[in-house]
Structures are given as structure tokens and as C-alpha cells.
């Protein structure tokens, strides 16, 4: 059997980004996938941040998706939970005011899979092999149920947060202006919608619906005029009024991290290292920085170096080891924040995005954390 630089087990998102990048550097790539590599039917839209877009551009990806494929945010209001007696806290973000172009852009989640697929297809150096090919690094893109992770006897310690997050497209009765919303409510429950130009161009969401399991059964399982009266209570007219715009789908959701994401001749990357909770939309950003972060290590390695150096590895684990730590704690502190129902508590935290909302230093510097700069 003829063998190849890099096995890439994973045709998602990163597990593609990966290939291409290291095709680019001129390594022969053979990519192993178990399942249908595109899934047309992914309603998701994702948030991407500037170091992913720039990663996706240097990829030639960015720039050959469909124009209503992608929609940036301009602006962004997170809403704590109002109580009779309380009002809700509000924290907004603003590109103009910090001096960028954007705060994000919102992608369509089966554009970008096509798209990479494409670039796949004239890559030169990317061909599809069989999952036992030798090698001289394999890596393991495999998402969070990942088996050759398993496999190697790599622990993987999942918390489910007994959520499910369930998407959608939706279509506003007026203009969405760039402006992404995101409500936090009692009981962990957080709600988010995305601008989007599909299927109405300028007047779409991306709807990120996460709550108690049982809930998010429920909404699956309403009738569409329920679920668009629920949801319609839920945002309060903030963005309009709002009708469904495609199916619901639902993702059980959990933070999760791998003991170890390097050893002799293997590597983690994306969901199969890490799963963080879709509040903050930053779990395939940490996915792309991985295969940024890799590239660079194998790039400069030195000519001696074998690309499954155990040595050369650690250098790629210990660039993302606090990165993906903090947004793992980040993102559950924050779920455990909203999930706590105590008025004192809830007054807390409304009065802490109130506050935060003035500290526009900090503001700055959480949206350069968030964007990946
Ligand atoms: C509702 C929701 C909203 C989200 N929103 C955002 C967002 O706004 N921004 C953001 O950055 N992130 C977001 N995320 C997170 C993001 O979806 C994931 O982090 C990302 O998709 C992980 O990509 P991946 O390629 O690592 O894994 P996956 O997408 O899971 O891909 C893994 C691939 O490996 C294949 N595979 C599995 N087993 C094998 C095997 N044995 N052999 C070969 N192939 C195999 C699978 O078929 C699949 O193609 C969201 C997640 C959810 C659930």
C-alpha cells in the first residue's frame, strides 16, 4: 500500500481545512472518512472569527463561497433574564466603535463544507485512502465521538450539560441590520440569533435555541406556529417578528477535553480534542486555530525532523493548551452563571453585564480574545 506524509482521519471542517493547509506546504495528504463527507442537510450557521476567515482565505475557501453564503456582524446585544422585579442586564458590542469591520461573520455550515470539499478535489497532493494507510502522522479529525481517539486509549472527560442546542433558519419581518442577539435566561438557557442573508437576504437568522433537554425535545416536537409563538415570547420583538425559515434540528451539548492531543506519531484537532458549549460560537474557531497552529509547527520543523516526532508534536499541544482551556472554563463559567436560578445571583449578573457594558477597555479586549487576534 502506497503511504502518505499525513493521514487525516475526518472530512468535517477542520479535518478538510487541515489537509488543505498541509497540501499547501507541499505534503502528500490522504484523507480517511467514515460517513457522507459533505452533510447537505446541516442547518447551522457558524460564527467564524478574523483568524479563521484569514486561515479559510490563505485556504482559497473563503473567497469562492456564494455571497449570500456569508453575513458579517456589525453589532452585537446580549440580554440577561428580566424578573418582575428586576430589569435584565444588557451588554452590546460594536466594530465601529472598536475600530474594525467587523465583530464576525456568520457562515453558512454546508457552504463551508462544500467549499472545502471542492478545494479537496484540486488539491494536488490530497487523495482518499483507506483508514489503515501508513503514515508518517495521523491526524485525528474524527469530532467528539471520535474512535481511533478511543483507540489509542486517549481518555476523553465528557460533562454533559443535560442541554440540547437546537438550530434553525429564520426569516424577520424587517431588516437585521448585522446586529446578532443573544438572550441569556433562567436556567442556563441561552438563545441566540445570527444574521443571515438565506433564506431571505438581509432579513434571515441563524437561530441557536440551547436549553434543558426536555425542553429542546419539546420545541423540536412543536407544530411551527407553537414553536414561532415561543420563540416570538422568548425575543420579545426585539429582532421583529419571527417565522421558521427551514427544519429544526437538535446537538446534545457537553464540554469535553482530551488527556493528551499529541504522542508518537498522532494528533488531535477540532471537536476530537475539545467540545465547548455553542454560547460563545467558538468551537470550530478553536478547531481552525488548531490546524493554524499545526501548519506553523510542521512548517518549521527542522529538515531532520520526522512529522511524527513525539518532540516536534508537543510543540503544537502546548500552543493550544491554554487557549482551549480558557475557552472551555470561559464558556461553562458563563453557563453556570446564567444556570444558577437565586434572585441574588440573577441581579449579580444583570448588574455585571450593566457594568461591564461601561468598561469599554475591556470590552475591546474581550472581542480581540473572541475574534481570535
Ligand atoms: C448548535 C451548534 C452551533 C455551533 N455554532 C458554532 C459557531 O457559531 N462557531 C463555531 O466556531 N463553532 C460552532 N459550533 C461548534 C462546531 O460545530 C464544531 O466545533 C465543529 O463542527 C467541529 O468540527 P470537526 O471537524 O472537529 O468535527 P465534526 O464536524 O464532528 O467532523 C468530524 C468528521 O469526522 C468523521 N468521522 C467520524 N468518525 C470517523 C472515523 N472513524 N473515521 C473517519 N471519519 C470519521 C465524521 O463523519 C465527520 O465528517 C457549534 C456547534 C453546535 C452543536
Not at 219 to 245: C, Q, V
Not at 324 to 346: C, K, Y
Request: hydrophobic share 45%; net charge neutral; with cysteine.
Amino acid at each position: 500500500m502506497q503511504s502518505v506524509d499525513v493521514l487525516v482521519k475526518g472530512r468535517g471542517a477542520v479535518g478538510s481545512a487541515l489537509a488543505l493547509s498541509l497540501a499547501a506546504q507541499g505534503l502528500t495528504v490522504g484523507m480517511a472518512e467514515s460517513a457522507p463527507a459533505v452533510r447537505a442537510d446541516d442547518i447551522r450557521t457558524y460564527a467564524l472569527n478574523a483568524a479563521s476567515v484569514q486561515l479559510l482565505t490563505e485556504l482559497k475557501v473563503w473567497d469562492s463561497l456564494p455571497p449570500d453564503a456569508a453575513c458579517p456582524v456589525y453589532d452585537m446585544v446580549i440580554c440577561g433574564d428580566a424578573s418582575d422585579d428586576q430589569p435584565s442586564g444588557r451588554l452590546s458590542f460594536s466594530a465601529w466603535q472598536q475600530g474594525l469591520r467587523e465583530l464576525a461573520v456568520i457562515v453558512d455550515a454546508a457552504a463551508l463544507d462544500q467549499q472545502l470539499a471542492t478545494a479537496l478535489r484540486f488539491s494536488p497532493h490530497v487523495r482518499n485512502v483507506s483508514a489503515d494507510t501508513p503514515a508518517g502522522l495521523t491526524a485525528l479529525c474524527e469530532g467528539r465521538e471520535s474512535a481511533a481517539r478511543a483507540a489509542l486509549g486517549v481518555g476523553f472527560d465528557a460533562k454533559p450539560y443535560g442541554h440540547s442546542a437546537v438550530a434553525s433558519r429564520l426569516v424577520a419581518d424587517r431588516p437585521h441590520q448585522g446586529v446578532a442577539r443573544q438572550w441569556f435566561a433562567a436556567g442556563g438557557e441561552v438563545l441566540a440569533l445570527l444574521p443571515f442573508d438565506r433564506p431571505s437576504p438581509g432579513q434571515s437568522y441563524g437561530l441557536v435555541w440551547s436549553c434543558h433537554q426536555d425542553k429542546a425535545n419539546a420545541l423540536l416536537a412543536l407544530p411551527e406556529a407553537d414553536f414561532e409563538r415561543a420563540l416570538n415570547e422568548a425575543t420579545g420583538g426585539a429582532a421583529g417578528l419571527l417565522s421558521l425559515g427551514g427544519t429544526r434540528a437538535g446537538w446534545p451539548l457537553a464540554l469535553a477535553r482530551a488527556d493528551a492531543v499529541s504522542g508518537p506519531g498522532w494528533v488531535l484537532l477540532g471537536d476530537a480534542a475539545h467540545v465547548v458549549h455553542p454560547l460563545a460560537g467558538q468551537g470550530l474557531n478553536l478547531g481552525l486555530g488548531d490546524v493554524a497552529a499545526l501548519s506553523r509547527v510542521i512548517a518549521a520543523r527542522e529538515t531532520w525532523r520526522p512529522l511524527g516526532d513525539e518532540r516536534l508534536l508537543r510543540r503544537y499541544a502546548r500552543e493550544r493548551a491554554v487557549p482551549t482551556l480558557a475557552m472551555g472554563e470561559l464558556t461553562d463559567a458563563l453557563q453556570r452563571v446564567f444556570a444558577n436560578a437565586s434572585p441574588a445571583v440573577r441581579g449579580l449578573r444583570n448588574r455585571g453585564l450593566d457594568a461591564l457594558d461601561q468598561l469599554t477597555p475591556l470590552k475591546r479586549w474581550l472581542t480581540q480574545r473572541a475574534m481570535g487576534l
